[in-house]
């Protein structure tokens, strides 16, 4: 079950804690680029690096590809150290384990809109509007040569126990995520090889499992 809970989920479906870190107020730069570039972005295809920190500090590192066209197609895939492939088609979410030959799938609700993987997902305007009406943002100083923006959820309980931080280049492009949970896991993505608005085929995000792999429905 470990194993289940990896890039896709902790990185995109998690809600977003207050952070230490002095914040500028005034918002000129990162986000105003994060904007843009989410109403823009139709289809986005890249190399991922991500570390996952656990509360008691101990690191894990994965490796794959990434790719999502709106509406509602995403693909990430872990190379390294295992394999592990999870997809999500419009409301459908999908998980395939080779090593232990399990198909998970469950239904996405309308609580994907308040993640970084439903802003991602949705249709330009769309993406915007919810960040608007969900997120409050903020910029952060610069680090690691890209611009910061925090978005803080507007809404109370749980969900505002959490961060999310997005890191622009000087291009405006997504280039680096940060996040931290509730229960104080830290997650890091770096971006590479980036390819935005190129045609990707259909086939991308689509998944027919091998004869006889075990099917879970959540």
Not at 171 to 198: C, I, P, W, Y
Request: contains cysteine; aromatic residues 8%; hydrophobic residues 40%.
């Amino acid at each position: 079950m470990l194993r289940h809970f990896t890039a896709l989920v902790f990185i995109f479906c998690l809600p977003f804690v207050a952070w230490g870190q002095t914040v500028v107020e005034v918002l000129a730069g990162a986000d105003q680029k994060l904007l843009a570039y989410l109403a823009s972005t139709q289809s986005l295809q890249a190399d991922f690096l991500h570390e996952q920190i656990s509360s008691a500090g101990r690191p894990q590192r994965f490796s794959g590809q990434m790719a999502l066209a709106r509406p509602g197609q995403f693909r990430w895939e872990i190379k390294k150290p295992y394999s592990q492939l999870q997809l999500i088609q419009g409301t459908r979410f999908l998980l395939y384990d080779p090593d232990l030959n399990q198909l998970t799938e469950r239904t996405i609700d309308e609580a994907l809109d308040a993640t970084p993987a439903g802003l991602l997902l949705s249709s330009g305007p769309k993406a915007k509007a919810l960040i608007e009406q969900r997120f409050q943002l903020a910029n952060l100083p610069d680090r690691d040569g890209l611009q910061w923006v925090r978005l803080s959820p507007k809404s109370k309980g749980e969900v505002s126990k959490a961060l999310l931080e997005v890191g622009m280049n000087e291009a405006g492009e997504l280039a680096s995520f940060f996040m931290q949970d509730a229960m104080g896991r830290q997650s890091r993505v770096l971006l590479s090889n980036r390819q935005r608005n190129t045609s990707l085929p259909k086939s991308l995000f689509e998944f027919n499992p091998p004869e006889g792999t075990e099917r879970l429905r959540q």
